[in-house]
């Protein structure tokens, strides 16, 4: 197995189920200012590591703009081109030349072939030397990936933001991706069973139990590759993170093996958190309450 080149050690990534407050969190940690990560621009022009330069025009020795994601800030007409961190499944999506299906497969047993995992690997090396860092950090929600992740990056360093399953549920509900994608059908694939295939095309009229099921399927199989990788991981739980948020700050820090950092903390000074978590009871009714628990309780041959 090759070796990794010293911008790739150590590389961070941040996971969780989507809706956890993965990007909340991360925003927050990859103002490092040791940390390269993929960008928005990345899902724009998928394959190009040049537009890793865009970085150098927001963010160089005469002035920083550090583009906001809407789902924590207001955002201004700049925001639109700024250079922001993503997750940018049209890069992965080139990288992996169909040989995998990252944005919705578990990738269980998938692995890149030797020349593709090359190329990804360049592709990755060259982007933390244009952006001008030293360290790579990426943000993936859905699956975690560990295995195919470790086989690029064997020394990765995982951080696994968790939050409680009634509220991730309803926010799924909520959003027009999973409105459009998993709200009546299995999004993500490679870990679902005969019997969890026949059932889900039996309740595709019951988007919240649908979502239960496949909520609990990530947690299933994250804590499985866990046990089997070992693999170094950090846990984050999101509704401690809102209430103190330097602590858990400090934590990844620590984990990661980096510095304080003025960038973090101005960044988490300007934005400030507020926990705004609602009872379980305003987000479903008692009986969709009790369908959603008896789902995630569920025992499958």
Not at 124 to 142: C, H
Not at 286 to 298: P, W
């Amino acid at each position: 197995m090759r070796k990794s080149k010293s911008v790739l050690d150590r590389p961070i990534i941040v996971f969780g189920t989507g809706r956890s407050g993965t990007t909340i969190i991360s925003e927050a940690l990859l103002r490092h200012e040791l940390l390269a990560f993929p960008s928005n621009y990345d899902e724009w022009f998928p394959g190009r590591s040049n537009v890793a330069y865009f970085r150098r025009i927001f963010d160089n020795a005469r002035w920083r703009y550090e583009g906001k994601k809407k789902q924590i800030n207001s955002t201004g007409f700049l925001n639109r081109i700024a250079f922001i961190p993503g997750e940018s499944y049209s890069m992965w999506s080139f990288l992996c030349r169909g040989e995998v299906n990252f944005s919705r497969g578990f990738l269980l047993d998938d692995r890149l072939s030797g020349p593709t995992r090359s190329r990804a690997i360049t592709f990755f090396e060259e982007m933390v030397r244009k952006q001008r860092r030293s360290r790579l950090a990426l943000k993936i929600t859905g699956p975690s990936r560990l295995g195919f992740l470790l086989d690029l990056f064997p020394n990765a360093r995982f951080i696994r933001i968790t939050r409680d399953a009634v509220p991730t549920i309803s926010s799924w509900l909520k959003v027009d991706f999973w409105r459009s994608k998993g709200a009546s059908r299995l999004w993500w694939q490679g870990a679902y069973s005969p019997e969890q295939v026949q059932w889900a095309d039996g309740h595709k009229g019951h988007p919240h139990m649908l979502a239960a099921m496949q909520y609990a399927k990530l947690m299933e199989v994250a804590q499985y590759e866990m046990e089997s990788t070992n693999a170094p991981v950090l846990e984050v739980p999101y509704e401690q993170f809102i209430t103190e948020p330097k602590y858990w700050m400090k934590k990844m820090l620590n984990f990661c093996e980096l510095e304080s950092s003025g960038w973090i903390d101005d960044y988490m000074d300007r934005n400030p958190l507020r926990a705004n978590e609602r009872p379980d009871v305003e987000l479903f009714s008692d009986r969709e309450l009790s369908e959603i628990r008896q789902m995630l309780n569920k025992k499958w041959k």
